[in-house]
């Protein structure tokens, strides 16, 4: 990650808990000033989890994150970007603030929900584009204020390094949490870290 720009770095708890490069790279991102997100024990559906499923998951989740990291997070990437009501209720009573997801009908919270720009960066890669068409639509599409989500590991899959560091030199980003209070212009970033990842 480069000086100057802050993300928020999504991850399974389960690779905190199971791999240490993981867990001593997600540490050096939270401790130069980047905020790590929960995105659920093992990167499994909560779209249809009931509340007892969900509290029991975000209590390990919240207790690794606790431990392995000395932090308490606020946001809560929802895999597959949709979760059931109890998924809501569990991780509001957690203290989760915002979620990056679709908002179930008929529920009522405080938490915020927000949406990623669309198409993300994978969403394109799978649609033929290559690394620096993939960063050029990404910045054509942002609008100020909105969440633009990144999966690093997509791009050097696709031999787009180079791209995406260019991408990120040329921003101006903000963590998503700054995002969901609608405190900024800027683009809020979020990076779905599954391993293998790099830190530099």
Known sequence: MKAGVSAGVS???SHLETDKTVRDGIRRLVNTGNEVVVHGYRHTSYMETPYETA????TAIISCFDSRLGVQPAGFHVPFMRCSRGTVQAAE?????WIVGTEPSD???SI???QPESPYD???FERGNAGPAVTERMAETAEGGSLLLCHPNIHAVHDARKSFAAFLAEGSF???STA????TEQLGLLLDCFPPFQVR
Do not use: C, M, R, W
């Not at 509290?55 to 975000?58: F, H, Q, T, V």
């Not at 969901?180 to 405190?183: F, G, N």
């Open 93 to 97: 009573e957690h203290g989760i603030e």
């Open 107 to 109: 529920v009522d919270t």
């Open 122 to 124: 994978l969403q394109l």
């Open 180 to 183: 969901a209070a609608d405190e």
């Open 55 to 58: 509290n029991a998951e975000l």
């Open 174 to 176: 903000v963590k998503p």
């Open 112 to 114: 915020s929900f927000l």
């Open 11 to 13: 991850i399974p708890a």
